[in-house]
């Protein structure tokens, strides 16, 4: 894919995007996608994602493939949410710092509560906390700070993979039960 301004316009009317917002801090290192996939029936949700993509076309397609992923798990668990992602490009082990996330809470703020973060791959709770200082746009918050007490969210995401599992062994043996079977996976 080129990163030119027709192709991401393309990209985004294939797959039904609304919005795709960027966020470039280079005095703190911050380089994040934001995409919103749909919001019809509620702002979108969607988890931060901090990975070192190698391309920013790589990032941009990730975010893409994930808000309109949501989107659909959202509403068939009938959720009044839409679907969206945040992808912050960089090693979470070496490029995080509270200063980071603080100012992506900053952008999300400045979204005007059309996007609501929560936790993805390179990212944990605490830095969930940071990005909550500057904006209430915040899921999976401890009680503590005014958060619904649910705490690590990857819990639902496991155990929604763990359903889907079941669903298809169902649909192809007739029974959902795991017992004997392996999973093997392929690329």
Do not use: W
């Not at 949700?45 to 659909?72: F, N």
């Not at 959202?74 to 992602?85: E, H, K, R, Y």
């Amino acid at each position: 894919m080129s990163t030119s301004q027709n192709s991401i316009f393309e990209l985004m009317s294939q797959s039904g995007h609304q919005n795709l917002f960027f966020c470039n801090d280079e005095l703190v290192g911050l380089k994040a996608i934001v995409a919103i996939h749909d919001t019809t029936l509620g702002p979108a949700i969607g988890g931060v994602r901090m990975l070192p993509y190698e391309t920013t076309e790589e990032a941009i397609e990730d975010a893409l493939r994930l808000s309109k992923a949501i989107t659909y798990k959202s509403a068939i668990t009938g959720l009044n949410l839409g679907g969206g992602s945040a992808v912050i490009i960089g090693n979470s082990r070496l490029d995080k710092s509270e200063v980071l996330l603080r100012r992506l809470g900053q952008f999300i703020e400045g979204l005007n509560g059309n996007f609501i973060a929560s936790l993805d791959v390179g990212t944990t709770q605490r830095d969930l906390e940071y990005i909550y200082t500057e904006t209430d746009h915040v899921a999976g918050l401890p009680k503590a700070i005014h958060g619904s007490g649910v705490g690590d969210t990857s819990i639902f995401a496991a155990q929604g993979v763990y359903f889907g599992i079941k669903a298809c062994l169902k649909e192809l043996y007739g029974s959902e039960s795991v017992a004997g079977k392996k999973l093997l996976y392929t690329e």
